[in-house]
């Protein structure tokens, strides 16, 4: 039996931890100098099936919220994030996704059709107004193309996602906030400012 921490608890959500794969290597990350969150070890000795994670879930009608966002890119682990998703909407669950936006990226091709009727919101990094910026910050494999990736994926989403989320860290600035907002108004999703954790 794994003594890996594949969901684990904040407030009356109840988080999925598939992966410590990411595409990014945000400069941000708690994950560069923290082993887990609010006491939580949260580095995995192996990824998860579907079974495991929803053996460890036990009752999801005791969460407002489930929601997919580990230690790493839930949606590197597409296949099984959408198991387990398909499984907690059967048991009336909300679902929420956090991600870095570069699934399409990483599975080549469109991703965005599988979340239909098994995700309820997904909240998307921007974290910068520009694809430079956003490449000094997030670092990712797939180098600045990644920023017009992540704006697409947001609104392709919209299509099959009731709520689609843009949010940013508040340490990037006041201005690079607002250009922002105007990119997450322009792609007609929402807008979210999430506070750094230290």
């Known amino acids: 039996m794994s003594s890996d921490t594949f969901v684990y608890g904040i407030g009356d959500s109840l ?9 990014n ?22 990824e998860p099936d579907a079974k495991e994670v929803i053996a460890q879930i036990k009752d999801p009608g005791k969460y ?28 009336n669950a909300r679902v929420r996704v956090n991600t870095n936006g570069q699934a399409n990226l990483i599975h080549g091709y469109d991703v965005t ?30 180098g600045e193309a990644a920023f017009e990736a992540v704006i697409d994926f947001a609104r392709r989403s919209k ?5 689609v989320i843009l949010s940013v860290v508040d340490v990037i600035g006041k201005e690079a906030v607002e250009k922002c907002r105007q990119i997450a108004a322009s792609a007609g999703v929402n807008f979210r400012v999430r506070r750094m954790i230290n």
């Open 64 to 91: 407002k919220e489930i929601v997919f966002c580990g230690y790493g890119e839930p949606m590197i682990r597409l296949d099984v994030m959408l198991e387990v998703a398909a499984w907690l909407k059967e048991h």
């Open 159 to 163: 299509e099959y996602v009731p709520e």
């Open 15 to 23: 988080y999925i931890n598939l992966t410590n794969r990411c595409s």
């Open 113 to 142: 059709p599988a979340l239909k009727g098994k995700v309820d919101v997904i909240s998307i990094s921007l974290n910068a107004p520009d694809a430079k910026s956003y490449q000094q910050i997030c670092k990712s494999r797939f």
């Open 25 to 46: 290597a945000c400069s941000f990350c708690i994950r560069s100098g923290e082993t887990g969150i609010d006491g939580y070890d949260l580095w995995l000795t192996h």
